[in-house]
């Protein structure tokens, strides 16, 4: 009897531990938890959500990360601080411009196959010193290394011309910031037979973002919408919502939200 109460006691445990046994929320679930936890971040009043010792430990035995952030490696862009989440929310693939390499697209896939996240952001940053490398860069002229050379050469491929020369007014780099987000997402759906599965079959939402340092927003745009030359048109049609232009926390007061429901057939 005893023995029975003890293992009906560690199945419930299990059963209500918040990080093992539940699923990921939905995609728009999930950006809803980003809208709000960076209004919280910005606004200066973290809450720093699931980090208390209990949540940690039921995480030792699972985890089902709600979204998917990739952003830069830059010691001021922890996306879990800026989106004042905590153990177990976010799954990030961090790099230096936050580049779609092998490695980040594979962790991406492992992330969408095996721990069911079904929200994808890929965020950039104003002032990133690696796009702001490759707006510098000369051609022929190393950046100090192979390495070095090889990710400047990378983000400048996927910067416009127009982006170099408002660079020399803008210091942030924005447009380019953007430019190289767009880049990234689109070379992410056109290497991952995986992530266009997912977005076509298991519901996973791609976005785009970036992040101010100063005043500690995150602007999202593209939420639902995949870039030109992801998929085929013809073969995607997602059934969710869709938010069209660059949004959102528009200003202090206004509150983030899920966007209008609608049915949208994603063409480029
Ligand atoms: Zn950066």
Same mark, same amino acid.
């Given at each position: 009897?005893?023995?029975c109460?003890?293992?009906?006691?560690?199945l419930?445990?299990?059963?209500?531990?918040?990080?093992?046994?539940?699923?990921?929320?939905?995609?728009?679930?999930?950006?809803s938890?980003?809208?709000?936890?960076?209004?919280?971040?910005y606004?200066?009043?973290?809450?720093?959500?699931?980090?208390?010792p209990?949540?940690?430990?039921?995480l030792?035995?699972?985890q089902?990360?709600?979204?998917i952030?990739?952003?830069?490696?830059?010691?001021?862009?922890?996306?879990e601080?800026?989106?004042?989440?905590?153990?177990?929310?976010?799954?990030?693939?961090r790099?230096?411009?936050?580049v779609?390499?092998?490695?980040?697209?594979?962790?991406?896939?492992?992330?969408?196959?095996?721990?069911?996240?079904?929200?994808?952001?890929?965020?950039?940053?104003?002032s990133?010193g690696?796009?702001?490398?490759?707006?510098?860069?000369?051609?022929? &002229?190393s950046?100090?290394?192979?390495?070095?050379?090889?990710? +400047?050469r %990378?983000?400048?491929?996927? *910067?416009? @011309?127009?982006? !170099?020369?408002?660079?020399?007014?803008?210091?942030?780099?924005?447009?380019?910031?953007?430019?190289?987000?767009t880049?990234?997402?689109?070379?992410?759906?056109?290497?991952?037979?995986? &992530?266009?599965?997912?977005?076509?079959k298991?519901?996973?939402? +791609?976005g %785009?973002?970036?992040?101010s *340092?100063? @005043?500690?927003? !995150?602007?999202?745009?593209?939420?639902?919408?995949?870039?030109?030359?992801?998929?085929?048109?013809?073969?995607?049609?997602?059934?969710?919502?869709?938010?069209?232009?660059?949004?959102i926390?528009?200003?202090?007061?206004?509150?983030?939200?899920?966007?209008?429901?609608r049915?949208?057939?994603?063409?480029?």
């Amino acid at each position: 009897m005893k023995l029975c109460l003890i293992l009906a006691l560690s199945l419930w445990a299990h059963a209500a531990a918040p990080g093992a046994a539940k699923s990921p929320p939905s995609a728009w679930d999930a950006f809803s938890t980003l809208q709000t936890g960076n209004m919280r971040f910005y606004e200066g009043h973290p809450e720093h959500p699931n980090q208390e010792p209990a949540h940690r430990e039921s995480l030792a035995t699972g985890q089902h990360p709600h979204t998917i952030v990739v952003s830069c490696s830059d010691s001021r862009v922890p996306p879990e601080t800026i989106f004042d989440q905590g153990l177990g929310d976010l799954f990030t693939v961090r790099l230096a411009g936050n580049v779609m390499t092998t490695e980040a697209i594979a962790s991406i896939e492992y992330a969408i196959e095996h721990l069911g996240s079904r929200l994808l952001i890929v965020m950039g940053h104003e002032s990133c010193g690696a796009v702001g490398a490759a707006v510098a860069s000369t051609p022929g &002229v190393s950046n100090g290394s192979e390495s070095l050379d090889v990710l +400047v050469r %990378q983000i400048r491929d996927n *910067l416009s @011309s127009a982006s !170099v020369t408002s660079a020399a007014s803008d210091k942030t780099f924005r447009l380019g910031v953007k430019e190289n987000v767009t880049a990234s997402l689109k070379t992410l759906l056109q290497k991952s037979e995986i &992530v266009r599965s997912a977005i076509t079959k298991s519901g996973l939402v +791609v976005g %785009q973002a970036i992040y101010s *340092l100063k @005043s500690g927003r !995150v602007e999202f745009w593209d939420v639902g919408r995949l870039v030109d030359g992801g998929i085929p048109p013809e073969k995607v049609t997602i059934k969710e919502q869709v938010v069209s232009e660059e949004i959102i926390l528009a200003d202090k007061q206004a509150k983030p939200k899920k966007p209008a429901a609608r049915s949208k057939t994603l063409a480029h």
